[in-house]
């Protein structure tokens, strides 16, 4: 790699410091055999719905699913718009375009996040939903 490479994330340096935890963790749901749907994604949701103070949660495969669901959930559909940051993983915007919507970017400010100037003008009658990104 040339010297000037920077990663677009570094998951490894994140995993390092709790590779045990998840190493038993693994290693427990293999030793059960059950990979969907097993008493951990049970656990999971159980001990996040207490965490978020609701009765229930639900755990699902991936960010960019969490994303399509919650625009799903909210009523977004084929036609609407939603704005988000230009700068994001693209879990953002292709979850924007799998719930049949078209994603905004509005440009960002100084601190990497949308630029709370511009979300205004951008904001048009096809609105539906605002995907504020914290970076």
Known sequence: MPSYFVPYAALSIEASRIKDELMRAIEK??????????????????????????EFACGVDNGTSALFLALRAMGIQEGDEVITAPNSFVASASSIVLAGAKPVFIDIANDGNIDPQRLEEAITPKTRAIMPVHL
């Open 29 to 54: 749901v293999l030793d059960g055999g059950r990979y969907i749907l097993g008493p951990e994604v049970g656990g999971f949701e159980s001990e996040f719905a207490k965490y978020c103070q609701t």
